[in-house]
Structure formats: C-alpha cells, structure tokens
C-alpha cells in the first residue's frame, strides 16, 4: 500500500473517530438536546471534524499543515457566530486557537509516545480540557466579564469529555495505523 493511501484511510478514520467521540461527548454533556438543537449538534461536528483533522495533521504531515487546519478551525467557528464581524471573527479565534493549538500538541505527543500503545486519551482530554479553560477565561476577558471560575471550570470539564471521547478514537486509528504501516517500517525501532 503507498503511503499516501495509508494517509488517506487514515485521515478518513481519524475524521469518522473524531466526529463520533466528539458528538458522543455533546450528548454527555447536554444530554438528548444535542440532538435535538441543530446548532448545537453543528458546534460539536465542528470540533470534531476540525480537531480531527488537526490532530491528523500532526501525526502524519507536519506543523504547517496543523496551522492549515487551525485556520480552518477558524473558519469554522466563524460560520458559527454570524453575522460575520471583526468582533465575531475575534471570539472565534480566541476559542480556535488554544483549541486548535491542543490538539496539535496532542497530536505530536500522541507520535513521540508511539511505544505507549493505550492511554494517550487522557493526555488529549486533559490538553483538549485545558485549551477550552482558556478559550473561555479569553471569552470572558474580551466581553469584559469577571473571570470568574465556574464557567471556566465548566468549559474545561466539557473539553475533558470532548478530548477524552475524541482521544479514544484516535488511539483506535493509531492501532490501525500500525496494522497498515509499510512491511519496511517493521524492522526499524
């Protein structure tokens, strides 16, 4: 199989996982009403489609191509926030980036501690956990709010449920990733 084949089943199952761990967290969090609300349900296919594809950046292209995948993040979370304005374009980047910079550096982590076959989800839950903490102590610096702990606790509580769902998946393609691996990439350490 070539490697871009490998890349491409790849990406497609990291995408599926992350749409799923992160829905299912949606549902864990709001419970039927995930499912119910079309925009609610909207925002977590939006993580989990993005994130995915973030963290798929990471583990098999490289940092630019994470950026790449941020900036779609981005956009993203735009489209959600209309109508389209400097101040809506600024919340949604304050929220896109430690987002999108979690997963990234879950992503990379996930490729350095490739000898740990499972586990890593907690990492990405608490990485996940801890870029919605600061998207929403961002949030509530540029609506001049106080940054008062519970909705920041609270955000990091749902990013945990959403890291950790959307990390379980993606140590299930990473398994998978090994039983496609080229026969040549067996013999080395």
């Known amino acids: 199989m070539s490697q871009n084949t490998r890349e491409t089943i790849l990406t497609v199952f990291y995408i599926a996982f992350g749409l799923a761990g992160a829905v299912l967290a ?34 098999l ?34 929220w896109a980036l430690p987002v999108g910079v979690a997963f990234t550096v879950a992503g990379f982590s996930f490729k350095s501690l490739s000898r740990v076959p499972v586990g890593k989800f907690l990492l990405m839950a608490l990485l996940v956990g801890v870029g919605y903490g600061i998207g929403m102590v961002a949030y509530l610096w540029r609506v001049r709010a106080p940054i ?31 039983a496609l691996r080229p026969r040549s990439e067996e013999t080395r350490f």
């Not at 779609?72 to 600024?90: D, H, I, K, R, W």
């Not at 008062?148 to 379980?168: C, E, Y």
């Open 26 to 59: 949606g549902y864990w969090i709001v419970g039927k009403v995930v499912f119910g609300n079309g925009s609610i349900l909207v925002r977590y296919i939006v993580v989990g489609l993005s994130g995915a594809l973030v963290y798929a950046a990471a583990r």
């Open 148 to 178: 008062d702990a519970a909705p920041v606790l609270r955000q990091l509580v749902a990013g945990l449920k959403v890291g950790g769902l959307m990390g379980v998946g993606m140590e299930l393609v990473d398994l998978l990733g090994l």
């Open 61 to 94: 292209k490289g940092l630019g191509y994470c950026i790449l995948m941020i900036v779609l993040m981005f956009l993203g979370q735009v489209a959600l926030t209309p109508p389209l304005s400097a101040g809506s374009a600024l919340m949604a980047a304050l």
